[in-house]
């Protein structure tokens, strides 16, 4: 078992044609999923790696309405039309990898998927890896060696604002024999279309996942939300958390740090306020990063 | 993008919503005594408000009560003598016509991540010191597609929240504040004004190339800052310099790479006691041209011994091309022939073993003190790597 993206998952790339968007083909099939077309207007007819290119995904959709799953390689400025046209087309998991994204485009998006049950995945993210099962996007890498696949005895699902960190930190978890069942990059950005706390459901259900690992950063109340959302919804899992910015406490307010959303705000998102609700919900905090696979293997 | 008041109120007034009758008097007008012409106009008392970039400029002493003409020239020699909490000197200030009015009340609409929506804020007790007093607000819900049809917090406010809300959807907003917010002769007044920009989305409003550039904490960009800003958006592909802080006095310049890491990188740092000279990050696999402009800036930073370049297990940004562009930036900058300068290096992702090979090569004849350390080395583990190399280049001098 796994989640969001599952060996049902049959997928659409929206920007296919581009560099970024052949990589994730590339990388998606490598991973076990189907891509069954892509989309680049003014380049319908054309092929990539023998998968057809439409110019419209409402022609993608006719051809294939098996298509229950997108993944965004526009360019910013392009998101939010091409999520239109998605939405318009009833696929149910849309995932937008592109950064900067102007945050009203997201909040535009966020209602449209509130109105039309979409789950959305992004922006700023790299995906959904659900090792030994299939990839919506780029995340993991192409390097598959940093993860393990779950055997029978299930493993830990990966939630993280940062991309980059998923293979950082699930390499140790790799090398201590521990399975990850699904890893998500839910994005840096103020707002997103998937929170900690929107995933918690999909983990209370999976059978594999025995437990729940998040890299979470100052900045925003999605940390928060998921404290709440474990005592609210007696969330049986264990959970860790990192939570990154001691460092960025220190400087003015308002500083950025890479990542939108990680903002220094004395009012909010604090890394010990997060800490604390986190810990009050009994989660384990892990201090340094690099105990991760000791810390985890404990709570599993 | 945080604009100044008088920034703000140009596109309240645009709007239709009332402000007081105001002139700008720029150092350059004043030194130059242009002023007196354009303020004749204008009624006394009034107040001289610095036009400088964060808040609580009341308890600064940042705005001034004038009762008459005859102490304006007092009061502007005054203001325009101070600085900001950046230290920036003043260099503009509004002067505008005193309203009279009973209650303040403060009104707002911003995201919230909380709600992951566009929220209206509501206060019938505004004024000075709001953040002590955050706990009396009130939050209203709006839709970002449709405006406003009602105020429950407020009712008889509704219209100015309605024009409030094309402020912000129309403008790119991320913030538009009025505190305080007054009745007079029953029209609703502004008479303080706080915008925020989402500066992503400058490719839909070329008039905001008319704003003088500022950085997101307020204070005006240094040089460096906005070399590293024009790299990081010279295309579209990746970042590489979006964010740059620089540190004075620090010892290691910096070049992180992905968002996350990066304040892992920063955080394991300041644990062992080591002074970054700067902060930035490059990430979304960049060009190897842009990695070596930034590190161009990043090793323009003097009195540097150490170049600090550590990462993620990168998903798909190219390790050899990002390092290739590293190299070619310390081959140009004068640490290249700075004996015993240290280069620590922490990479994983594609090519990375082809990349490091390259690295040992390209700088095999200079008399660096090269270390690669790859992903199976922990990110956090670098910081005290740094600090014994350091350490041990420290000794070797004295």
Redesign the interface.
Known sequence: MAFLVTSGTKALIQGMTGK?GQ?ALG?MRAAGTEVLAGVTPGKGGQEVGGVPVFDSVAEATVAFPQINATTLYV???FVLSAFREAAQADIPLIHIFA??????DT??M???SGQKNIRVVGPSS?GVFSPGVGRLG??????ES?FLAPSGVGGVAII?????????LA??LT?AGIAQTTVVGIG?D???GS?YADLLDLIAADGQTKALFI?G??G???EE?LAEAIIQTHFAKPVVA?I?????Q???????????????SR?E?TREGKIKALQRAGVTILD???QVARVVGEVL | M?LTEHEAKQLLAAAQIAVSRSVLITKEQFEDALYFETTSHLQFPAFAKAQVLHGNRALSGLIQKVETAQQLDDVLTNLFSLSDQ?KQPVTSILLEEAIEHDAQHYLSVS?S??E???VMQYSDAGGVGM?ER?GEMQTHIL???TPPTSFPLNPELLPLVQQLWHVF?QH?A?LVEINPLVQNNGEWVCLDAKIEL?S??A??HSEWSAYPAR?????PPTEREQKAKAVSRSD?RG?AG??F?EFPGGEVGIM?????????V??A???VGIKPAN?T?Y???PTREKVHQLTEVVLSIPRLNALFVV???????DIYETLAGVVDGFLASAYASQEGFIILIRR???RWQEAFEMVRERLADRSVILELLG??A????TAGILKELLEQQAKKKV
């Open positions: 970024e990589r990388w360019p910013p400025r950064e900067n994204v102007p945050v009203k909040a535009e966020i209602e449209l790299v780029t995340a993991g890498g192409g390097d940093n993280s604002k940062s991309g980059g960190m998923i293979p950082t390499f140790p090398q840096g103020s707002l997103v929170t890299i950063e100052i925003g109340s999605y939300q990192l990154t910015g001691l460092f960025a220190t400087l003015p307010q308002g500083s950025t740090f890479g990542h939108a959303g990680a903002i220094v009012t998102g340094d990063a690099s | 945080i950046n995201y991540t909380r992951r929506s566009v953040d955050g839709s970002i597609l959807t790119d991320t989402d992503v989305a490719f839909r950085t997101t904490a307020g204070a579209h970042v979006e964010s802080l992180a790479s992905g968002g996350g890491a990066s304040l892992l920063m955080d740092l300041l644990l902060y990050e990430s979304g696999n990462g993620s297990n990168a998903n798909f940004t994983g992702g594609p992903p199976d922990p990110v956090t583990s």
